[in-house]
């Protein structure tokens, strides 16, 4: 069973910068797609941002332009680094594979907090 482990949240002012890290239990490089996720208080998880095996990329209206989604297959993790953060960024972070029809995994979330 592979396991996803979120890192790298935290407090942090307007405009600031965080870079959350995803690391797998094993080898991502078959996986087909990875992303994070977001879900603030009150509100429905949404997709953020994603990455397939072939390095396309996509992201969310809100999100473009100022996050970067990225994988190492070596090292086994995904990124997700973010600028210019804003208020409304504030919610709980999960990342998410999946590797085959009906196979995928969630992350246990991390918290990131944007002070106005």
């Known amino acids: 069973q592979v396991q996803l482990v979120e890192s790298g949240g935290g407090l942090v002012q307007a405009g600031g910068s965080l870079r959350l890290s995803c690391a797998a239990s094993g080898s991502i490089a078959n996986f087909n797609t990875m992303g994070w996720y977001r879900q603030a208080p009150g509100k429905q998880r949404e997709l953020v941002a994603g990455?397939?095996?072939?390095?396309?990329?996509l992201y969310v209206d809100s999100v473009k332009g100022r996050f970067t989604i990225s994988r190492d297959n070596a090292k086994n993790t995904m990124y997700l680094q973010m600028n210019s953060l804003r208020p409304e960024d504030t919610a709980v972070y999960y990342c998410n594979a999946d590797w085959a029809p009906g196979q995928h995994a969630w992350g246990q979330g991390t918290q990131v907090t944007v002070s106005s």
């Open positions: 990455i397939f095996s072939s390095g396309r990329t």
